[in-house]
């Protein structure tokens, strides 16, 4: 995704906590929803606070800990409320986007003699997805809805959750293809294989 798209991600969780957050537990958020499919690291997590904070859609102060050092919390501004307000209701932008995952990629560059490494990545990622979707489904069965915080990050988890399923059925959807493609109707096995 986009620095573009990266801000307005890391805006939208600031906005639905009215008493702030710090950086730390953004990232672990950012982390929970989007960490199987978008990789961010802590560097570039603050560099987004401190453009946000530098633009003046966030405010940072201190927060007094005791027996540890203070940690810098964020708050969306009214100018930031504003922005992210516009940029919600703005259609998405109609230029297609690159598909970015390395499954994608790989399989533009797998040929027809790969059938089981192609098969294998399949698998492994089914897995991760699988791996992702039960983190969030007991993330969800934490939150508590009858706060603001809760009631977004419910529906935060509850998109997630419905990504997570439709690259599920994506992935059917290849492995099905795949294996039409790659299989001969008369003996089951790939083309030009020995029978068995």
């Not at 530098?54 to 050092?69: H, N, S």
Request: hydrophobic share 40%; charged share 30%.
């Amino acid at each position: 995704m986009s620095m573009y798209a990266l801000q307005y991600a890391v805006l939208g969780l600031i906005s639905a906590r009215e008493a702030g957050v710090h950086g730390y537990k953004l990232k672990n958020e950012f982390d929970a929803l989007y960490g199987d499919f978008w990789a961010l690291n802590y560097g570039q997590m603050y560099r987004t606070l401190d453009r946000l904070e530098r633009a003046g859609l966030i405010e940072g102060f201190d927060e007094l800990q005791t027996g540890r050092p203070n940690r810098k919390v964020f708050r969306i501004t009214r100018q930031g409320r504003k922005k992210l307000e516009a940029w919600l209701v703005n259609p998405p932008s109609q230029d297609p986007r690159p598909l970015r995952d390395e499954l994608s990629l790989k399989l533009l560059f797998l040929t027809d003699g790969r059938l089981d490494e192609l098969r294998a990545i399949i698998s492994t990622q089914r897995a991760v997805y699988l791996q992702h979707l039960a983190r969030l489904n007991k993330r969800r069965h934490k939150v508590a809805a009858d706060t603001r915080d809760g009631f977004v990050m419910k529906l935060l988890l509850s998109q997630a959750d419905m990504r997570v399923r439709t690259d599920l059925a994506w992935l059917d959807l290849v492995e099905s293809e795949v294996s039409r493609r790659f299989t001969d109707p008369s003996t089951g096995s790939p083309p030009g294989s020995k029978p068995r």
